[in-house]
């Protein structure tokens, strides 16, 4: 018996009777393994059904602000974007536009701004100082291996610049000294004058709050007033005022004051010497004091103290309190011994602390 096969473009057909097989034929065969019956399951997704197509990745940007003053550092973060099926991604940045926000700048006064890595999931910027709001717009693209790709627009604004507050060096006085607070130097980024000036103290625990003359003024004054037998600290903020083409901006600037007392005496300086981490019972280990020192001049006196462990009490050498000694004693495990330097300088018996370790192992 002879098999005929016709294919057509819709199914495969099994024509019998052309091929000379009768009605009474009993024509037992099998179908090529090849076919697939019109509605089989392999028609809705089995094997031989292409792949579906690989999906976009998603460009996602995340800021906590969009506003900004020049001289900023700013971060675009597309630390966020993703591709569905994992493949790895590559990023590109463009600044697209710049425009000024209340048409005051041609494009021409506007300056770009130049990313640190335009291929980079987190470049850096800085904002630019301008005498007017721009406002830039960046777009991002992204892009996996298989060529799709996605996109986002960034806004970013930046506020005019206008005055600059420079308040002046740190200062070091005496007790009773004027001090004068000296904001001549504050300027105006695009030429324009500085309105106001203000003078404030930044209030610092346990710091007396002082009265300030002249504070509306660029150049400033206060007595220094009575402090304990250590030098105080006090710090002043200055705020300058200017107009810009959008109107009246701000701008600050801080210094410190130091007042030393007319008696003061500097405290020694302690110093135990660096800790000790390879001991072994029985060595004899040496405690170092002499980096210690005295800046107002006179003798130093030492005083060690064990303030660990309780157990077992170290007996250190007294025949030279700066360098003493001691014989590492037994212990059963690896033992941290810590001791504290207190050294006192001269007639003031004004002191200092400073404290050491000491590792010994059985």
């Given amino acids: 018996m002879r098999i005929c096969v016709s294919l057509s473009l819709a199914t495969l057909q099994l024509t019998g009777a052309a091929c000379g097989i009768g009605d009474d034929d009993d024509a037992d065969f099998e179908l090529p393994p090849f076919y697939q019956p019109p509605g089989s399951e392999s028609g809705t997704g089995g094997e031989g059904e292409p792949p579906p197509p690989n999906q976009a990745p998603e460009a996602r940007v995340s800021m906590d602000r969009n506003n900004f003053f020049g001289g900023e550092e700013i971060t675009l973060d597309a630390s966020q974007s993703s591709d569905p099926e994992g493949d790895p991604i590559t990023f590109s940045w463009e600044q697209t536009a710049k425009a000024s926000v209340y048409s005051r700048l041609t494009q021409g006064e506007i300056p770009d701004i130049t990313l640190s890595d335009p291929n980079s999931q987190r470049p850096t910027l800085t904002a630019p100082f301008v005498p007017s709001a721009v406002r830039y717009t960046f777009y991002l693209a992204v892009a996996d291996n298989h060529q799709n790709r996605d996109g986002i627009f960034v806004v970013l604004t930046v506020a005019a610049s206008g005055p600059v507050a420079v308040a002046g060096p740190d200062l070091t006085v005496t007790v009773g000294d004027t001090v004068t607070l000296d904001g001549s130097a504050s300027y105006h980024r695009f030429g324009g004058p500085i ?80 800790d000790q981490h390879n001991g072994v019972v029985g060595d004899v280990i040496m405690l170092d004091g002499s980096g210690s020192s005295a800046p107002s001049g006179g003798d130093l006196t030492f005083a060690w103290t064990q303030v660990s462990p309780s157990a077992p009490v170290i007996e250190l050498d007294p025949a030279d309190p700066i360098r003493p000694t001691f014989v590492a004693p037994a212990v059963e495990l690896r033992t941290i011994f810590s001791f504290e330097l207190v050294v006192f300088a001269g007639v003031s018996r004004r002191s200092a602390t400073d404290s050491m370790i000491v590792a010994i192992e059985p």
Avoid: K
């Fill in 195 to 274: 309105n106001d000036y203000l003078w404030q103290q930044i209030p610092i625990p346990n710091v007396l709050m002082v009265e300030i003359a002249d504070a509306e003024t660029d150049v400033a004054t206060w007595i220094a007033s009575e402090v304990g037998e250590d030098p105080v600290t006090f710090r002043f903020l200055l705020l300058v005022y200017g107009e810009t083409d959008d109107g009246l901006t701000t701008d600050n600037d801080w210094m410190e004051v130091r007042v030393v007392p007319d008696s003061y005496i500097p405290p020694p300086i302690a110093d135990a010497g660096d």
